[in-house]
């Protein structure tokens, strides 16, 4: 049992320069302290930050409404409360709220104190973060998550150059954080190079420090992306494959795809991504349909999951229910778990556990708006994850949780996981 002495929050900036919330939660043996991130490329069934809607402060993004519930109502119900888990807390919050997306509070609000609280339990027990979160959905963490690292980047997250939003490469030759940052930075650097060669221009990064060269189709991007490793001196499908992120809610409309100059229907949409994944050494695709377009994804799955990580995002939004639907409808094989987007640790860890019972590939993913603070690193961990999605090699809110990482490697010395797909090693022609 744990009681609940103060909560305090205050409006911080994110990676992006908007307003977010850091919120402290103060026990009587034990401080967490939490940033919370946000999202660009939203779900719809994502639980509601809550934002001030002032336009004359941040655009009306401004969160001081969140932070006055936190230093508010949220501080007075809980208050001197004796507190016997997380499920307690969290349910407690939800309750609070009485909303079903926490849209009175704030997603934002709710998240930050669940994972404050989180940080002080931690530090009452005398436990590292990694290790109080895999007690959370008893997990024995036995590898560090492969990394999934941004390198050229459309849709929301750059200038919608290209309307697919990342891709992103994934070392796969390498045995530990250490040697794939090192791959990583390699595979970067050779791609700021071609950048500045073929476009003629600086390195303009996108919110996740990922490189957006005005490319002109999707395939050019990939083109590069393989370019882009063999320069660095590694195998295409051998030593590093790629990932990439659809994002394609965002470019549906009127039950068609608009991918650049085409209009497709979803039939045509999953042969364009079958025909993306026959030529380039991709382990994953990420929202290769839109979010309602439960009727297609069924067949996408059939037509590339024996050897290609089927990605949910929008799809499932960490939703159980959703999550549900989808293993009912065999719609995807994996889920991109993303906590803000349910605004619980608890219930985050259903989704988690969800996921795992259905035998799925499970990728923790950061925002495109982040903050210094690593909490997500650790729960990657804690949680067993087999990917991290962490945004670039660049940017001081994506290296904090890369450091993190190593940190822990050091500590426990556990060994990185193994790629989910094994044939996606193998570079296209020999498969």
Known sequence: ?????RL???????????????????????????????????????AVELRDRDPARYGGLGCRGAVANINGEIHAALEGLRISSQAELDARLIALDGTPDKSRLGANA????????????AAERGLP???????????????????????????KHAGQQVPVQDTLIVPVSSTTIDETLAIAYDVYQAAAELTRRRYSMRLLRADEGGLAPPFEEVDEMLETAVESIARAGYTPG??????????????????????????????????????????YPIISIEDGLAEDDWENWPSLLSAIGSRVLVVGDDLLCTHADRIRRAIG????????L??????TLSEAGEALRLARSAGWCVVLSVRSGETEDHWAADLAVGWGAHQFK??????????????????IEQMTRLPLSTIDIPSCMLNPADR
């Open 8 to 46: 305090q929050a205050r409006e911080i900036l994110d990676s992006r320069g908007r307003p977010t919330v850091h919120a402290s939660c103060h026990t009587k043996t034990g401080l967490g302290e939490a940033s919370v991130p946000s999202g660009a490329s939203t779900g719809g069934a994502e």
């Open 110 to 121: 709710i998240l930050a104190v669940s994972i404050a609280f989180a940080r002080a339990i």
């Open 238 to 279: 051998k030593d590093v494959v790629l990932a990439v992120d659809v994002a394609a809610s965002h470019f549906y409309r009127d039950g068609l795809y608009w991918l650049g100059k085409a209009r497709l229907t979803g039939e045509a949409m999953i042969a364009q991504l079958l025909q993306w994944t026959s030529s």
């Open 329 to 336: 409808a065999s719609a995807a094989n994996a889920l991109l």
């Open 1 to 5: 049992m744990s009681t609940i002495v």
């Open 129 to 155: 973060l990694w290790q109080y979160f895999a007690g959370l959905v008893d997990v024995h963490p036995r590898t560090l998550p492969r990394l999934t690292i941004n390198l050229f980047s459309g849709g």
């Open 390 to 407: 962490n945004g670039s090699i660049t940017q001081s809110e994506r290296l904090a949780k890369l450091n993190r990482l190593l940190e």
């Open 338 to 343: 993303k906590v803000n987007q349910v605004g």
